[in-house]
Nanobody, 123 residues
Framework: EVQLVESGGGLVQAGGSLRLSCAASGFTFDDYGYGWFRQAPGKEREGISYISVRDGRTYSADSVKGRFTISSDNAKNTVYLQMHSLKPEDTAVYYC????????????????WGQGTQVTVSS
């Protein structure tokens, strides 16, 4: 069974940090790239980071660049999103997803999705 399971969300004060994890199973981890997305209430799902686990290339949206870092541990089939300097506007449900396409954060390019983890940043 294909699964992407996110964890690490929670409530944090503005300026704080969180690390999200995404554990993949049921498919060949290295065959896919991975993205982190977020969706705030009333807003569209936004792609914020991407990583190619084969060569380590990453991409981050301007809204999170310099604050969020995507990484992977291929031995553990896990992708991470380290988030620093969190702001109230970062409050959203965060999702990880897998794609066979390179360098994309377009939601329709993704094949597998996790269930999401809530991140709430208080002011």
């Amino acid at each position: 069974e294909v699964q992407l399971v996110e964890s690490g969300g929670g409530l944090v004060q503005a300026g704080g940090s969180l690390r999200l994890s995404c554990a993949a199973s049921g498919f060949t981890f290295d065959d896919y790239g991975y993205g982190w997305f977020r969706q705030a209430p009333g807003k569209e799902r936004e792609g914020i980071s991407y990583i190619s686990v084969r060569d380590g290339r990453t991409y981050s949206a301007d809204s999170v660049k310099g604050r969020f870092t995507i990484s992977s541990d291929n031995a553990k089939n896990t992708v991470y999103l380290q988030m620093h300097s969190l702001k109230p506007e970062d409050t959203a449900v965060y999702y990880c997803a897998g794609t066979r396409r390179l360098g994309t954060t377009t939601t329709t390019d993704y094949d597998y999705w996790g269930q999401g983890t809530q991140v709430t940043v208080s002011s």
